[in-house]
């Protein structure tokens, strides 16, 4: 890996943000194709929350407008075990999940089952 690269695995910029979510976004990819040959499921969020799962395997949250206390309704099929791909972190989520705690550190997230 060069040290561009690990330099925005780590810690992105405003003007690197866009390159690390896209190359975060194609690693994924590249990783796990089934998903991305599966139909996109839209989740509820909100009028202000573009949300979607790719074969329940992938989830995508962008929030396009004001999304103040909108919650992404996942219902129980889409629950449990995820790891967020831009951040490496693992959560567990219910139901139900605030739209804010997913995409608080990018302004998006990108999550894949763990």
Known sequence: ???????????????????????????????RPAPFAEVYDPIDAGPGVCAYARGREVLTVVPVRDADGARLALGAGLAGRWRDVLTGEERELGPEAAVADLVARYGVALLERG
């Not at 040290?3 to 190359?23: G, I, M, S």
């Open 1 to 31: 890996m060069s040290t561009k690269l690990l330099h925005l695995d780590l810690n992105p910029d405003e003007r690197t943000l866009k390159q690390f979510l896209l190359w975060k976004g194609l690693d994924l990819r590249r990783r």
